[in-house]
């Protein structure tokens, strides 16, 4: 509010401009202003692996830790009939599709330890271990903190401490 006004017009110009011009990638949801994000269209990348994730904040606290070299998926939130939220509402479907058509060798699920995510974990499990090995990253989060706020070392253990779903 102390902010002369030019400045707060320019910063509100700039929200705007970019609410415009970012979507979501047509490939795993990630933000992008293209069609497909700069991740997707990395043939550095490991093809045959995929990191699910529930938001694209979580896919940059991943990337942080520059251990992570295959693919992601972003699910667009965590199944919680609490608040409404439903499998049909996240984008599980088009990853069932995206692994059943590929040939994926492993599907790791990054997605935060509370109750919605081990939900959202043991839904997914079942619905993709006849395509492929499925696999959570280990638990060296706290339960109920959230992965965007986890430092890179703790990311990276997680990655490597990964186990099959059972």
């Given at each position: 509010?102390?902010?002369?006004?030019?400045?707060?017009?320019?910063?509100?110009?700039?929200?705007?401009?970019?609410?415009?011009?970012?979507?979501?990638?047509?490939?795993?949801?990630?933000?992008?202003?293209?069609?497909?994000?700069?991740?997707?269209?990395?043939?550095?990348?490991?093809?045959?692996?995929?990191?699910?994730?529930?938001?694209?904040?979580?896919?940059?606290?991943?990337?942080?830790?520059?251990?992570?070299?295959?693919?992601?998926?972003?699910?667009?939130?965590?199944?919680?009939?609490?608040?409404?939220?439903?499998?049909?509402?996240?984008?599980?479907?088009?990853?069932?599709?995206?692994?059943?058509q590929?040939?994926?060798?492993?599907v790791?699920?990054?997605?935060?330890?509370?109750?919605?995510?081990?939900?959202?974990?043991?839904?997914?499990?079942?619905?993709?271990?006849?395509?492929?090995?499925?696999?959570?990253?280990?638990?060296?989060?706290?339960?109920?903190?959230?992965?965007?706020?986890?430092?890179?070392?703790?990311?990276?253990?997680?990655?490597?401490?990964?186990?099959?779903?059972?």
């Amino acid at each position: 509010m102390r902010q002369p006004e030019e400045k707060i017009h320019n910063f509100s110009n700039a929200l705007l401009a970019a609410r415009s011009q970012v979507g979501l990638c047509q490939r795993c949801f990630h933000l992008s202003s293209d069609p497909e994000c700069e991740i997707c269209r990395n043939d550095q990348r490991s093809k045959d692996l995929i990191c699910v994730v529930a938001d694209s904040r979580d896919l940059i606290a991943l990337e942080r830790t520059r251990e992570y070299k295959g693919r992601y998926h972003v699910l667009g939130g965590l199944i919680s009939p609490m608040d409404g939220i439903g499998p049909e509402m996240l984008q599980i479907s088009s990853l069932v599709k995206r692994v059943d058509q590929a040939s994926i060798k492993e599907v790791i699920l990054a997605l935060t330890p509370s109750v919605e995510g081990d939900t959202t974990s043991l839904y997914l499990a079942r619905l993709l271990k006849p395509f492929t090995k499925v696999s959570r990253i280990a638990y060296g989060l706290p339960v109920g903190s959230e992965l965007e706020y986890a430092d890179e070392v703790t990311l990276t253990r997680a990655l490597e401490g990964r186990r099959d779903m059972e």
